[in-house]
Each structure stands twice: as structure tokens, then as C-alpha cells.
């Protein structure tokens, strides 16, 4: 083995602002790396972001082509638009198989591949059109867009009415729908104090939109809701990814956001040293300026590595 090296000393596997922060620390650290991205975004082209500084309002399309631009100018980074399909472990380190066949060989891993979320799983007819469009989780990224507008809001989790408190800085005008559970007599109360619309406990039937921005909210009951923008507290979505499933590495609960996520310490290094996890695959929403900062410490912590390996070879 002696005298023989990867092609790579780093593998990022998601080119997300995480995986596009970390190429740009080896990067500009002279580490040989390779980012392979899917390509697959939820938000649609033209859909803007924020609480980015510098970059509010953005396309995300826009934003990581700007991260892309910007690795252009490292020789050491490679950019490579393709899926890891599968990964296996080698005498040197790893090896990663794309599918469109090329072989990357590697010393470290970092994966940055996100969260899927599946609206679709809900089974309404329309949601997973408007998702990313004008139906959002998060009204701190997207409520000021929408602010004095109407907003309908499904019932998605146990944090509801903390989510409706929140939504009602920027319109009074929400309406709020069940999926038929009856909502406690407390919160009835207490939703007349910060909306002027109603609770309806009635199944949604379909969203209607057009090009995925929706104008009517319909109910079961036939009720026909007008809507700007749609928001849920929760999504249906998934963390799991069969690659590092198939390393073997563990999900535990966290503490603060009581959901089983891959066991990493805070800088997103696992248990197996040369892998890394960041980003929404390890918190399931980082926000983009949290996934920045991900992808820039995991990326400096792997070029601290490679310093004490020289150092221990010198
Ligand atoms: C609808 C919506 C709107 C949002 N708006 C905002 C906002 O306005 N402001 C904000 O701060 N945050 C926003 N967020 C959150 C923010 O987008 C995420 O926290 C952030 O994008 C996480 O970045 P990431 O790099 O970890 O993952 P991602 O951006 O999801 O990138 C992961 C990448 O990995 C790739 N990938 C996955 N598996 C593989 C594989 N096997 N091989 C190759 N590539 C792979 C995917 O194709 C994808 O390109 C929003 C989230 C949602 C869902």
C-alpha cells in the first residue's frame, strides 16, 4: 500500500449550501476534494430564500450556483453532478460509485444530503405542487412575503397553537383546519385573540393552485377557503439515508428536537473518525446560514486531521 494515495481526501457527498461550505474550506485548505450533488431540490427554481445576509431574496438556484462559481476558482475541488449510490470501505479508505459510473476513491466522507420531505404522503391532491411555493414550514423564512395575507394552516403537530402564535405577527387572517380532531376548548378561546378567521375540523380535499401557487384551500365539508399561503408546523420527512445506514452508524434521540437523528458530535464528526454528517441530514432544518456554518467547521475540522497526520509522518 505504501506510496499509493485516494483520488480524493475528501468525498462530499450533497452540493446544499452544507456540502458547498465544506468544499470551499478544503478547498481554499488545498485538501483534494470532490462534491457530487443529485441535483434534486425541493424549492422550485424561482422560489426565493432568506435570513441569509448578503444573499436575502435569493433564488436557491441562484444561491448555490453562486456557491459553485465561487469553487470554481480552486483547483482542489472537483464538482461533479451525479448520485452516490454506493459506498464501500477499503484498505486506503473509501470507495463511492456514482451512478452514472464514475469511482471516487477517498479518505474521509462528508455527507450533506439533506432531508426528504414528502408532502405527498399526506394524500392531499395538490400539496406536493404547492410545496416550496406557497406552502412552507417555516414563517420566519417565508411569513414576511406573506405578511396581511391568508394564511390557512394545517394541523400538524402538538406544537400547533405556538405555530399559529407565531404566524399571527404577520396576518390576522388565518384560518386554521384539523383533520377532523376536535381542537380543545382552551385554544378555540384563545385563537379568537390572534386571528380573525376560523377553525374548521374538517378534512382537507384538495389545493387548488396554479403553478403551484395556491388560491383555494377545499374542505371536505365543501367549504372553499381563499388562500395566499399555506403553512404546517411539520411535514412528513425522513433523515434516513441508506448510505450511512449501510456504514452502520446509530441514530439517537435529541434532546432538544426529540427526534432520533445520526449520532455525530456537535461538529458533525461521527463515531467512525473520516465521516462526517452536517447540515439538514444531521439536524433535519439547519437553516441555510446553520448549514453554512456546518459545512465550514466539519471542513475544519478535517483539515486539522490531515495537519496532525503530517505532522505524525514528518
Ligand atoms: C420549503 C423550504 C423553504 C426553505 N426556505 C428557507 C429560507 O428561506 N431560509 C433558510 O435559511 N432556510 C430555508 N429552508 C431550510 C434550508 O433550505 C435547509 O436548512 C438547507 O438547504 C440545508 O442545506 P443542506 O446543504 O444541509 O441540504 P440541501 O440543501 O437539501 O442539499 C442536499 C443536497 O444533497 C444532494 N444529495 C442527496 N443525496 C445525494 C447522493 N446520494 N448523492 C449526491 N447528492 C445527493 C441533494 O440532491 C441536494 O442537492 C427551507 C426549507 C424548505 C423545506
Request: glycine share 10%; hydrophobic share 40%.
Given at each position: 500500500?505504501?506510496?499509493?494515495?485516494?483520488?480524493?481526501?475528501?468525498?462530499?457527498?450533497?452540493?446544499?449550501?452544507?456540502?458547498?461550505?465544506?468544499?470551499?474550506?478544503?478547498?481554499?485548505?488545498?485538501?483534494?476534494?470532490?462534491?457530487?450533488?443529485?441535483?434534486?431540490?425541493?424549492?422550485?427554481?424561482?422560489?426565493?430564500?432568506?435570513?441569509?445576509?448578503?444573499?436575502?431574496?435569493?433564488?436557491?438556484?441562484?444561491?448555490?450556483?453562486?456557491?459553485?462559481?465561487?469553487?470554481?476558482?480552486?483547483?482542489?475541488?472537483?464538482?461533479?453532478?451525479?448520485?452516490?449510490?454506493?459506498?464501500?470501505?477499503?484498505?486506503?479508505?473509501?470507495?463511492?460509485?456514482?451512478?452514472?459510473?464514475?469511482?471516487?476513491?477517498?479518505?474521509?466522507?462528508?455527507?450533506?444530503?439533506?432531508?426528504?420531505?414528502?408532502p405527498d404522503?399526506?394524500?392531499?391532491?395538490g400539496i406536493q405542487d404547492?410545496f416550496?411555493?406557497?406552502?412552507?414550514?417555516?414563517?420566519?423564512?417565508?411569513?414576511?412575503?406573506?405578511?396581511?395575507?391568508?394564511?390557512?394552516?394545517?394541523?400538524?403537530?402538538?406544537?400547533?397553537?405556538?405555530?399559529?402564535?407565531?404566524?399571527?405577527?404577520?396576518?390576522?387572517?388565518?384560518?386554521?383546519?384539523?383533520?377532523?380532531?376536535?381542537?380543545?376548548?382552551?385554544?378555540?378561546?384563545?385563537?379568537?385573540?390572534?386571528?380573525?378567521?376560523?377553525?374548521?375540523?374538517?378534512?382537507?380535499?384538495?389545493?387548488?393552485?396554479?403553478?403551484?401557487?395556491?388560491?383555494?384551500?377545499?374542505?371536505?365539508?365543501?367549504?372553499?377557503?381563499?388562500?395566499?399561503?399555506?403553512?404546517?408546523?411539520?411535514?412528513?420527512?425522513?433523515?434516513?439515508?441508506?448510505?450511512?445506514?449501510?456504514?452502520?452508524?446509530?441514530?439517537?434521540?435529541?434532546?432538544?428536537?426529540?427526534?432520533?437523528?445520526?449520532?455525530?458530535?456537535?461538529?458533525?464528526?461521527?463515531?467512525?473518525?473520516?465521516?462526517?454528517?452536517?447540515?439538514?441530514?444531521?439536524?433535519?432544518?439547519?437553516?441555510?446560514?446553520?448549514?453554512?456554518?456546518?459545512?465550514?467547521?466539519?471542513?475544519?475540522?478535517?483539515?486539522?486531521?490531515?495537519?496532525?497526520?503530517?505532522?505524525?509522518?514528518?
Amino acid at each position: 500500500m505504501f506510496g499509493q494515495e485516494n483520488d480524493v481526501q475528501v468525498l462530499v457527498v450533497g452540493g446544499g449550501i452544507a456540502g458547498l461550505s465544506t468544499a470551499l474550506m478544503l478547498g481554499r485548505s488545498l485538501i483534494r476534494c470532490c462534491i457530487v450533488d443529485g441535483g434534486s431540490s425541493y424549492l422550485g427554481d424561482d422560489v426565493s430564500v432568506h435570513n441569509f445576509i448578503t444573499n436575502d431574496g435569493l433564488t436557491k438556484s441562484n444561491l448555490l450556483g453562486k456557491g459553485r462559481s465561487d469553487l470554481g476558482k480552486y483547483d482542489t475541488v472537483e464538482y461533479v453532478e451525479d448520485k452516490v449510490v454506493s459506498l464501500e470501505k477499503t484498505a486506503l479508505g473509501y470507495k463511492a460509485a456514482c451512478a452514472g459510473g464514475r469511482i471516487v476513491t477517498t479518505d474521509k466522507i462528508v455527507f450533506a444530503t439533506g432531508i426528504a420531505i414528502r408532502p405527498d404522503q399526506l394524500g392531499i391532491t395538490g400539496i406536493q405542487d404547492v410545496f416550496g411555493t406557497s406552502l412552507f414550514t417555516c414563517p420566519y423564512c417565508h411569513g414576511f412575503e406573506f405578511r396581511g395575507k391568508n394564511i390557512t394552516v394545517l394541523s400538524s403537530s402538538e406544537n400547533d397553537w405556538h405555530f399559529l402564535s407565531l404566524l399571527a405577527g404577520w396576518s390576522r387572517n388565518i384560518n386554521f383546519v384539523t383533520d377532523g380532531t376536535p381542537v380543545p376548548a382552551s385554544m378555540l378561546e384563545k385563537f379568537a385573540t390572534i386571528s380573525d378567521g376560523e377553525i374548521f375540523e374538517t378534512p382537507v380535499d384538495e389545493i387548488v393552485h396554479t403553478d403551484g401557487m395556491v388560491s383555494e384551500v377545499v374542505l371536505k365539508s365543501g367549504d372553499r377557503l381563499p388562500t395566499d399561503v399555506m403553512f404546517m408546523s411539520e411535514l412528513p420527512n425522513s433523515t434516513a439515508n441508506d448510505l450511512i445506514d449501510a456504514l452502520g452508524i446509530q441514530k439517537v434521540m435529541h434532546p432538544q428536537l426529540k427526534k432520533p437523528v445520526y449520532e455525530t458530535d456537535p461538529v458533525g464528526r461521527t463515531r467512525m473518525r473520516d465521516i462526517f454528517i452536517i447540515g439538514d441530514a444531521k439536524t433535519g432544518f439547519s437553516t441555510l446560514v446553520g448549514a453554512a456554518h456546518e459545512g465550514t467547521l466539519a471542513g475544519v475540522m478535517m483539515v486539522n486531521d490531515f495537519v496532525e497526520q503530517r505532522m505524525m509522518c514528518a
